[in-house]
């Protein structure tokens, strides 16, 4: 997977333009939510954006490289759903999600998984997460 040029219409959401959605976090300023942050990160993932991907994990779990460009064959992501945002305290959270892909020529999968985040100096992170 190869960084692509920034789209008109957001990854995370068909009714959002990048710019006013995932854009500015993309940018360099901080989701203000954890819902915004992980969809901030599935479009990373559609974009192939490791940096942001790896800057936006909490450093506790953070793998030292993610490689997305030698992953064979290379995943299509064809849309996200949150299912819920919750926050247990004001500075950690929950996302429920579920991200739906194509790999190689197969049939369309779903990832659902329930992520965990935390909030550190005023940015959130993402954790880890469960896959159901």
């Given amino acids: 997977m ?6 008109s219409v957001c990854p995370c959401n068909d009714k959002a333009a990048y710019a006013a959605c ?11 939510t954890a819902e ?3 969809r901030s ?3 990373a ?6 940096d ?14 993610l490689d997305l460009v030698t992953q064979s064959p290379q995943p299509t ?13 004001p500075d950690t959270a929950i996302v429920e999600f579920i991200a739906r892909m194509r790999i190689g020529g197969g049939k369309a999968e779903r990832m659902h998984e329930i992520s965990r ?10 954790v880890d997460g469960e896959l159901s």
């Fill in 2 to 7: 190869t960084k692509r040029t920034a789209p």
């Fill in 22 to 32: 995932c854009g500015p976090w993309h940018a360099g300023s901080p989701a203000p």
């Fill in 36 to 38: 915004a942050l992980m």
């Fill in 41 to 43: 990160r599935y479009s």
């Fill in 45 to 50: 993932y559609v974009l192939g954006l490791e």
């Fill in 52 to 65: 942001y991907l790896l800057a936006t994990w909490h450093c506790d779990t953070r793998p030292s490289s």
């Fill in 77 to 89: 992501w064809l849309g996200l759903s949150v299912k819920r945002h919750e926050n247990p305290t």
């Fill in 117 to 126: 985040f935390v909030r550190e100096d005023g940015r959130w992170f993402y």
